[in-house]
């Protein structure tokens, strides 16, 4: 890459002076898309898009149709295809609106109801496009747009009023090439995670339910009602420690480490209890994520029953199976009426048979786990690294800062 020169002034800053402004309404024609409702999905068929896909599966690029209809479905609908920009007309939130992703397969398919279709025209390459109406700049334009409050709507009459800046054709083509890799290095490192991701599904399938068992060991496991391995342990009176939260991917964590505003109670905290490091926490929503461990001491809401272990344990091994299916699975049975929002009591809690390998077994399985936890958390640093590495990619390409080698790319 080279740094760009020349340069014609653009709003507070600058871009080449061989690139375009244009609206988007300058760049091809827009249509809008027919409801597709849920109830005429079928397995397979002709492809369509829906407009809650634009902003939950697809990131700038279409590569693969999550959904079909049928022919029927297909003829009241309206047709799109490769070059084609799909913006999604409405939103949650104001954030989600324009939410946009370019068509690069050659196959027909058909939009649903609240989606914008852009059809490009042949000197612009709809890739490059896709990724400029993700920019800072854009996106600024497009939620000033937005219109609505419970639902926010953009409508295509807004959407032509856009500006954009656009490099040359050649530079456009180039600009989406080197983008393009950065995602194919993004979704390859994705596949990676979602395959150590089963094999860790697999794992604890296996080895926590004593189904599979590791070299050196043998012999039936016993299974004991929880209460016999761990006890309800309460302490109060602990105003100086640190607040903790329950939360499913994180386990108990400081409450001031949550994103966004941390409230106190305004009953102050001398009634909750207190958490020390190797306790497990029953949550209120255990049905969904299993118990929750903590490295930290501090307090949690009295509404949580905090477990100690009777006996010497592999913390590790217990931290993993209570995110089990298996285990989950056993807890729902055992507590009518837990997913209305029901507390899981100490009791509760007490019936629900759970394994009890040896002490050996248990840190040989929780060692495997570990292992595969630890890769998964390098490819997902990975994958952030990636997505940084993009994303400066982008800001630098996509004002015209750095200008791309076009003899490189076969221009």
Not at 38 to 46: A, N
Not at 59 to 72: M, T
Not at 263 to 276: A, N, R
């Amino acid at each position: 890459m080279a740094e760009s020169q020349n340069t014609k002034a653009f709003y507070n800053t600058e871009i080449p002076s061989d690139w375009e402004v244009k609206t988007l309404g300058t760049l091809g024609t827009f249509s809008k898309g027919k409801g597709i409702s849920k109830s005429e999905l079928i397995e397979s068929g002709i492809p369509c898009v829906r407009y809650g896909e634009l902003y939950t599966k697809h990131d700038y690029v279409i590569k693969n149709y999550l959904s079909f209809i049928s022919e029927s479905t297909a003829s009241q609908s309206i047709a799109i295809t490769k070059g084609d920009i799909l913006f999604a007309g409405s939103g949650e939130t104001i954030e989600e609106i324009g939410k946009s992703a370019a068509i690069i397969k050659d196959d027909t398919a058909y939009a649903g109801g609240d989606i914008i279709i852009l059809t490009t025209n042949l000197l612009t390459d709809s890739i490059c496009l896709s990724y400029a109406l993700e920019s800072d700049f854009v996106r600024k334009q497009k939620r000033r747009l937005g219109q609505g409050n419970s639902v926010v709507h953009i409508y295509a009459r807004d959407l032509s009023k856009v500006a954009i800046t656009l490099p040359p054709l050649p530079e456009q083509r180039a600009i989406a090439n080197g983008l393009g890799k950065m995602d194919e290095a993004i979704n390859a490192n994705n596949q990676l995670i979602a395959q150590k991701a089963l094999r860790k599904k697999w794992l604890m399938q296996n080895l926590l339910t004593g189904k599979k068992r590791l070299k050196g060991f043998s012999g039936e496991w016993k299974k004991i009602g929880a209460g016999g391995l761990f006890k309800s342990f309460t302490k109060k009176g602990f105003e100086n420690e640190e607040l903790l939260s329950a939360t499913q991917d994180r386990g108990i964590i400081p409450r001031s480490s949550l994103e966004g505003r941390v409230t106190m109670p305004s009953s102050g905290i001398k009634g909750y209890k207190l958490v020390e490091p190797g306790d497990f926490i029953v949550s209120l929503r255990s049905f969904q994520g299993g118990l929750e461990y903590s490295y930290h001491r501090g307090v949690v809401s009295p509404a949580y029953i905090v477990l100690k272990p009777k006996e010497k344990i592999n913390d590790e091994f217990y931290k993993q199976y209570y995110k089990s299916y298996e285990f989950i699975g056993r807890l729902a049975t055992a507590v009518i009426g837990i997913r209305d929002g029901k507390q899981v009591s100490y009791n509760d809690f007490c019936i629900v048979k759970i394994p009890h390998p040896s002490l050996e077994e248990q840190t040989a399985i929780a060692q495997i786990l570990q292992a595969v936890d630890k890769e998964l958390t390098l490819l997902k640093a990975k994958t952030d690294k990636l997505k940084e590495q993009k994303k400066g990619m982008m800001q630098a390409l996509l004002t015209g800062k750095k200008r791309l080698n076009l003899e490189y790319h076969g221009e």
